[in-house]
């Protein structure tokens, strides 16, 4: 892991046209989805959903597969066209003073967005909180139902090799997990994506 990291950016598996992110569900979701490639109908299109480009900090989320309603975990691949949609109608899911004009403006502005996003401390192989941010991107309304409909290129099902990273990690193979891990590079994503988006 680099020190020099700057405190917020989006590091991700990306190709030319789309990013994955990764989410964790309960079997009866994760595993239909990834057999077909798309959520079923009990993955419901009005709730929240959050997406997370980090793999690691998916692995803090979920225990490593290991929490109620999070054994499965889908590496999703969606378009970019899509995930910066999301960030350009986004907002920050918290009030911070000094960059917001006052409170009523945010709370205003949280309610009409379709996507908001969180900075989490970015985990290292330990899942140990590491000294910059990764970014959460949670989907409603029109976000999510795009999500599910026109965003999704492929959904995956990578339990086995969360569990296989897992498994090296707690045998103190630290170089033979990291040869397994997804390979996040930062995202190209300057002021025009993110400029409303980093405190």
């Known amino acids: ?3 020099d990291e700057p405190k917020y950016r989006i590091r991700a598996l990306h190709t030319e046209d789309t990013i994955t992110v990764y989410q964790a569900y309960a079997p009866a979701i994760g595993g239909p989805a990834a057999r077909t490639g798309r959520f079923p109908a009990s993955w419901k299109r009005e ?3 959050w997406i997370k480009p980090s793999f690691l900090w ?4 979920c225990g490593w597969a290991t929490k109620p309603d999070q054994e ?21 899911s918290h009030y911070v003073r000094g960059f917001h004009p006052d409170q009523d403006a ?22 140990a909180p590491l000294p910059y941010r990764s970014l959460q991107l949670g ?13 999704t290129v492929s959904i995956r099902d990578v339990t086995p090799l969360a569990r296989e990273i897992h498994g090296l990690v707690r045998a103190g193979d630290v170089e033979g997990a990291e040869r ?17 988006l980093v405190p």
Request: aromatic content about 10%; proline content about 6%; glycine content about 4%.
């Open 1 to 3: 892991m680099n020190d």
């Open 47 to 49: 709730r929240m959903t």
């Open 58 to 61: 998916m692995m803090y989320r």
């Open 72 to 92: 499965t975990v889908l590496a999703v691949e969606i378009t970019r066209e899509g995930f910066e949609w999301a960030l350009r109608h986004a907002c920050l």
């Open 106 to 127: 945010w709370k205003r502005q949280l309610r009409r967005s379709p996507a908001r996003v969180q900075w989490d401390p970015e985990r290292d192989r330990h899942l």
């Open 139 to 151: 989907l409603a309304g029109e976000a999510s139902a795009r999500y599910a409909d026109e965003w």
């Open 180 to 196: 397994l891990m997804p390979e996040e590079r930062p995202y190209p994503a300057g002021a025009e994506l993110l400029g409303h």
